[in-house]
């Protein structure tokens, strides 16, 4: 769970769940939270913010307890907001944003929470709630990693750019990705991206696009095809589709199966003799069937829309005067689509870890470890 304004004092998150003894420093967490911020076509609050976490509760001498984690990622710039955001009584009540963005949740929101000044609304819509997630994601991720399971993420395209990654290993895709501002493994396709985040600028417009989550070394059986809320991919779709922006999710072909035979979506089933295990040549159903990991890579695809803040501003219809106006502007990127990937990825971590510890259990890392091996062994076995 997530707490905490854009302009509030901090963002602060609690992570209940995880086992003892996991080794899990900040800097492990800072370093999601960098990577969140940089790509080209960010705003101007990239350059005020730098995240840094502070665990207050949960790690001990740089190793979790097994009680929940508590952390928080200050806001700096609060300093310039005490007035308008602090928690006690105005002295004099700022003034009220009264004209809802188009795109945005603030009048949705201020419908439903029958408040007048969306700031209510906007301070905890916006995507700056995303930094609470990526700490908790960095946390699940040195558990994933202690137990051999890695997530990654990469963009696929930026507006009408995209990329052609042909048979490229998934590990090269990952170097590649990291190595890169826009998190695009292509370098034609990147040159093309940042050309068009810079005419979108000029116009005052903005750009959305897609991402692709990969996760490797899951075993197969996460998650559970009895009941409709734990098969894993319904659960992975929703922890995407939580995103700010992100309006479509697919998992392996995803809406391509849709246009193809039969023979040319399911993975045919062979079995390995030497690893003693039953393998898939191919991967259409991004490693998951019937609501559980199979043991292939897990692969989901996001789409992000534009930005709704445009320095152009669209028309809309002031909440107390009921008037028109021209949509108030906030401080906004023109592109965030590689800032979204670094989400998508905390989001397939923390759903992933969740099913993990679901099947195996275990109050301590060995534990769960000893677990994890005991499966892997039945598998060998069967």
């Known amino acids: 769970m997530t ?15 995880i086992p003892a ?21 960010r705003g101007g609050r990239m350059r005020i913010e730098t995240d840094r976490v502070r665990f207050s509760g949960g790690v001990r001498g740089g190793e979790t307890l097994g009680s929940p984690i508590a952390l928080a990622i200050p806001n700096l710039d609060h300093a310039s907001w005490t007035g308008r955001m602090g928690a006690e009584p105005f002295e004099e009540p700022p003034e009220a944003l009264t004209r809802p963005r188009p795109g945005h949740a603030d009048l949705a929101g201020g419908l439903k929470y029958d408040r007048h000044d969306l700031r209510d609304i906007l301070e905890r819509a916006s995507a700056r709630e995303t930094a609470a997630r990526v700490a908790v994601g960095a946390v699940c991720r040195k558990l994933l990693a202690a137990l051999g399971i890695e997530v990654f993420a990469h963009v696929t395209a930026i507006g009408q750019v995209t990329t052609d990654l042909g048979d490229r290993a998934l590990d090269e895709v990952r170097d590649a990705a990291r190595a890169s501002d826009l998190s695009c493994a292509d370098p034609m396709a990147e040159q093309a991206m940042r050309a068009a985040i810079l005419e979108a600028s000029h116009a005052g417009d903005t750009l959305g696009g897609t ?17 409709w809320d734990r098969r894993l ?6 922890a995407l589709m939580s995103i700010q922006a992100i309006k ?9 199966a849709a246009s193809r035979r039969g023979s040319e979506v399911h993975d045919a089933i062979a079995f390995d003799a030497a690893a003693s295990a039953f393998t898939r040549p191919t991967n259409r159903a991004g490693g998951l069937e019937g609501g559980l990991t199979n043991g292939m890579p897990i692969v989901c695809r996001a789409a992000m829309k534009p930005i709704a803040t445009l320095r152009r501003a669209l028309p809309s219809a002031d ?18 689509v590689p800032a979204a990937s670094v989400v998508g990825e905390a989001m397939v971590l923390v759903t992933v870890a969740d099913a993990l510890i679901e099947k195996l259990g275990g109050d301590s890392l060995g534990e769960l470890r ?8 039945q598998l060998r076995a069967y």
């Not at 479509?248 to 391509?256: K, P, S, T």
């Not at 000893?370 to 062994?377: H, I, M, V």
């Open 3 to 17: 707490a905490g304004e854009s302009h509030g004092p901090e963002l602060v998150a609690v992570v209940e769940g």
């Open 21 to 41: 003894g996991l080794p899990l420093l900040a800097a492990d967490v800072d370093a999601d939270l960098a990577r969140r911020q940089r790509g080209y076509g």
């Open 211 to 227: 991402f692709e989550v990969v996760a490797t070394g899951a075993p197969p059986g996460l998650g559970s095809h009895v009941q």
């Open 233 to 238: 991919d319904g659960r992975l779709a929703q």
């Open 248 to 256: 479509g999710v697919e998992i392996g072909l995803g809406f391509e």
């Open 319 to 336: 909440v107390v005067t009921k008037l028109p106006f021209e949509a108030a502007f906030e401080r906004s990127d023109v592109c965030a």
């Open 370 to 377: 000893r677990a994890l091996e005991g499966y892997r062994a």
